[in-house]
């Protein structure tokens, strides 16, 4: 059964609905589910005393993964899903660019934070360095030059940084419903 296209006004019960419906799912490889790892970054987000806007971006940065046509498993099989594209086009309907553009940009950051800091790639997961390679390895100089002027540079480091300790199968977290005022909160108008 499709889903009714979310309004301004249902946006959360629909994220909440993918989150109930989707999140038990593996997550590429890791060993939590895809609504703990992102539940797990919003709470590492939160533990940090990060703003809202953050707090929500740790918490949808993965949510492209359930909007984008191609299968769930295809990352490891070897095509890049582009999810985080797909999740960010799709969240910029009602949230800031405070929210959608560390979404946006976590894959890049990725590539980012390899190029410029070699002890980041050591703290990777396996199933991380997998899909590093796929979403096209560590930046070039070039690409680390323009991606440095990036105006949510900073945003995007921390919320790379709270996806990468989202895997944890011991860290407990909230569930969704406590970040359903934050997220409505932010729902622009």
Known sequence: MTQPLPTRDTIVDFIEGIFLRRGAESYLGEAVSMAQ?????????????????????????????????????????????????????????????????????????????????????????????????LQGGPMSGAEVAAFRANPYLEACVRVRHWDDEGKDPERAHPPFSHYRPLLASLVTS
């Open 37 to 133: 790892h992102m539940l797990q970054a919003a709470a590492c987000a939160e533990r940090d005393g990060a703003p809202a806007a953050m707090v929500a971006a740790a918490l949808l940065h993965d949510l492209g993964h359930y909007t984008n046509e191609m299968p769930d498993d295809v990352l490891m099989e070897g095509t890049n899903n582009y999810h985080e594209e797909a999740g960010a086009n799709f969240l910029a309907r009602f949230f800031p660019a405070e929210v959608v553009e560390p979404i946006r940009q976590h894959v890049a950051t990725k590539r980012y934070l390899c190029a410029v800091d070699p002890a980041y790639f050591q703290r990777l997961s396996d199933a991380s360095v997998y899909t590093l390679e």
